[in-house]
């Protein structure tokens, strides 16, 4: 009995050298390795160049697949509500 490289299913291999249980399991996990080496690829051809965030002009990380940095993507507006209903929570206050 071998276990599935993408599931971790028990199964009974038909050639010595089989490691997913199925077929399913086996085009699962090459859709999520041909994906995996999508974004890496992706990242790397950003690496060494300079984009800047469209709303505030900052250097975007390599990391970031959006056109806009993390802080401007943070809705000030709904921080504020956030934080207003926990500090009411904490004070007794529905």
Do not use: W
Request: positive net charge; hydrophobic residues 25%; proline residues 3%.
């Amino acid at each position: 009995m071998r276990h599935c490289n993408f599931c971790d299913k028990q199964f009974d291999q038909s050639v010595s050298y089989q490691i997913y249980c199925s077929v399913e399991c086996r085009d699962l996990a090459t859709k999520e390795k041909i994906a995996a080496r999508y974004l890496q690829s992706k990242r790397a051809k950003r690496k060494g160049k300079v984009r800047p965030c469209k709303s505030c002009s900052m250097p975007l990380s390599i990391y970031n697949d959006h056109q806009i940095c993390n802080t401007c993507s943070v809705n000030p507006d709904a921080v504020t509500k956030a934080l207003k209903k926990i500090k009411d929570k904490t004070n007794g206050k529905k």
